[in-house]
């Protein structure tokens, strides 16, 4: 079953994270180090399989310094 939940009406939360993680130029595994979340997760958000809860989403929005409304595509 594969989710398009969090979209802004063209990019998912698993486009925008895999994006956001190209930008800083990480490997899922060296992503999942630095916050703590398992490689695993990363990679079916990034394939919109699973979606993140609210903790992992305020993980993944401090290392990013991005807000959790930029992430699931609530604003700009």
Do not use: H
């Not at 079953?1 to 990480?26: H, N, P, S, V």
């Not at 490689?39 to 919109?48: G, T």
Request: with cysteine; glycine share 6%; charged share 20%.
């Amino acid at each position: 079953m594969t989710c398009a939940c969090y979209t802004d009406g063209g990019m998912t939360f698993g486009e925008r994270l895999k994006e956001l993680r190209a930008e800083k130029q990480l490997s899922q595994m060296a992503l999942a180090k630095a916050t703590g979340l398992s490689q695993s997760a990363i990679a079916k958000w990034e394939l919109n399989k699973t979606e993140p809860t609210s903790s992992a989403l305020v993980t993944l929005a401090a290392f990013f310094n991005e807000s959790v409304d930029y992430l699931l595509g609530l604003t700009e």
